[in-house]
T-cell receptor, first 114, second 116 residues
Framework: AQTVTQSQPEMSVQEAETVTLSCTYD???????LFWYKQPPSRQMILVIR??????QNATENRFSVNFQKAAKSFSLKISDSQLGDTAMYFC???????????FGQGTRLTINP | DAGITQSPRHKVTETGTPVTLRCHQT?????MYWYRQDPGHGLRLIHY???????DKGEVSDGYSVSRSKTEDFLLTLESATSSQTSVYFC???????????????FGQGTRLTVV
């Protein structure tokens, strides 16, 4: 079975601060993909960052980076220099190499305050 | 933007009636998914498909059925709608290349369904 857990229902930080969103997961597969998606008030789902489990190096995309700890099954998202436009729901997701399904966590509502 | 369309975008229906939601893609992606989004639960997988006529259940499949008779369409049917099925429903598509590397999933705009 594949499960994803996000233990922070809500977070709030000031603009320009750094914030880290937590995600833990469980899977029996040795290889898999992890994703962070952002959902602004428009409801559109937007890919933020993607990590392939067989790659040791943590993925980065501009102000977004991950801390991937494979042994601990942890996949946190760090947002540096946060901006008002980062206000959104953030979802962590897991897709196993052999599994056909894409599983999401409960989401973290992030608010960036001016 | 990926070509994925959900219809209808909004629907109000009565308890006990059947309802069908449609997901249409123009990307020729193999994998298609139906999720429901509820506060505090994130996105929960209802059913998914890995090819024409190949479907399987997700974690919250009771009361739902799906069909995929061609690559581009994935239908979700609520056989007899109940108030607990009031939710926002999302369709998603994804693909994998010859090395089985997964692409990101692309999502439709969502359907807000209200069962009264």
């Amino acid at each position: 079975a594949q499960t994803v857990t996000q233990s922070q229902p809500e977070m709030s930080v000031q603009e320009a601060e750094t914030v880290t969103l937590s995600c833990t997961y469980d899977t029996s597969e040795s290889n898999y993909y992890l994703f962070w998606y952002k959902q602004p008030p428009s409801r559109q789902m937007i890919l933020v960052i993607r990590q392939e489990a067989y790659k040791q190096q943590n993925a980065t995309e501009n102000r977004f980076s991950v801390n991937f700890q494979k042994a601990a099954k942890s996949f946190s998202l760090k947002i540096s220099d946060s901006q008002l436009g980062d206000t959104a729901m953030y979802f962590c997701a897991l897709h196993g190499w052999g599994a056909q399904k894409l599983v999401f966590g409960q989401g973290t509502r992030l608010t960036i305050n001016p | 933007d990926a070509g994925i369309t959900q219809s209808p975008r909004h629907k109000v229906t009565e308890t006990g009636t059947p309802v069908t939601l449609r997901c249409h893609q123009t990307e020729n992606h193999r994998y298609m998914y139906w999720y429901r989004q509820d506060p505090g639960h994130g996105l929960r997988l209802i059913h998914y498909s890995y090819g024409v006529k190949d479907t399987d259940k997700g974690e919250v499949s009771d009361g739902y059925s799906v069909s995929r008779s061609k690559t581009e369409d994935f239908l979700l049917t609520l056989e007899s709608a109940t108030s607990s099925q009031t939710s926002v429903y999302f369709c998603a598509i994804s693909e994998s290349d010859v090395s089985r590397v997964r692409t990101e999933a692309f999502f439709g705009q969502g359907t807000r369904l209200t069962v009264v």
